[in-house]
């Protein structure tokens, strides 16, 4: 796991936009971002791309947490509630694991535990290359 | 439009991550990026949230291309091509307009024309506040 | 809720393929079915269809458990396993409740309480014509 | 792909709800259903579960025109307008297609050639056992 972490913390644009790792087991993880003027759209609350962005990061921690590298097939997201400040928590758990496909889900709750957004990601899984 | 257009060009998000509207028409958008660092996951291609955000952006400004203000309900993202360099374009199209929904798709294509991912999402509409 | 229950029970796609509410709650239901021959595709599993029906009847049932109208404005699923026996009971559970729009999702598990399908809807809620 | 048809041929659960597939080529098939009384809901229009069943079955057989057997890992629908009678159709092409995984979307279009619903689904592609 300690190589999904390096992978993972090496993502340059979870990084330009300050969204972090806080944690990674074994098929979960939670992502968290201080909402800053930078994730916001032209109406003022957190671009969907921010909120996908938290989510996608989470569910890459969490589905990289096996042996294999995973990468997502596809995603959808669910926009709950609008929001425009405060630390947002994104926590990843394993739906489903078979040899080469990972199904995960993915809940964005704020510092009050509002539903912000639920998201979801099919994985698929590869070999590493040495 | 104008009004439309502004709104998007004040997307902070997106201006931070150094995507632009190209192109607005009604019910119709394009928007672009040139791939640079700050878009790579730790696998060094685009991180899914940087085309995501893509999508998202040609999806906003061509559903507020209408007389209403327009939030997304709900997207979904097929991945379909891993890319690490070059200038991405997407392009939204409606597919429904009713009184209070709409339904756009976008597809992602390189300088190639190869297709990198499709994204489909439902806007609700509402009245502008004066 | 008794509307809905006799709104739900007129369904006769639901019945004609022998899908069953069996309970129903605030933004609650449970449906099920017991597989026959008439539920298989031709490689001898389930259809995905009838999973979907099964599912989108739960919705149905749990997005009607309230005094307004609700139709699907879209829905996706994920398919985890295949069965070929045996009785499946979708679960259906509110996750978002505004004005016009509800989201719900819905479990398909089979009788060794193994997951089968996960489903997710979300509502356009209309006022009841009188 | 005769070997293809024959497997859709063999689907039970479209069969007892009268669709059939009237076209297969290379990626793409068309499916097509006469609405009757047994497809209707509640509202007395066509359940979501026959239209995703129409679509389903058309990404099946386009999806099974290949050289390997193909399932479905995912799904997703938007359903546009309600229809309560006539001829409906679903048209599949394929929009991708890698070693182990297909994308697909189908359009499902009424006699008057307005758009009913749209489908997409991911296709895990297995070799065929001899």
Do not use: W
């Amino acid at each position: 796991m300690e190589n999904t972490l390096q992978l993972i913390q090496k993502d340059h644009f979870a990084n330009h936009n300050q969204m972090r790792v806080i944690e990674v087991g074994e098929g979960t993880a939670k992502t968290q971002m201080t909402v800053t003027g930078n994730h916001l759209n032209g109406l003022g609350t957190v671009q969907g791309g921010a909120l996908f962005t938290l989510a996608d990061l989470a569910f890459a921690a969490a589905s990289n947490s096996r042996e294999k590298i995973a990468v997502a097939l596809d995603a959808s997201i669910n926009f709950i509630k609008a929001v425009s400040s405060g630390t947002l928590t994104a926590t990843a758990r394993e739906i489903d694991l078979k040899r080469t496909i990972g199904i995960y889900c993915v809940e964005i709750r704020n510092e009050a535990d509002e539903l912000i957004a639920t998201f979801q990601s099919t994985a698929y899984r590869k070999e590493p290359k040495l």
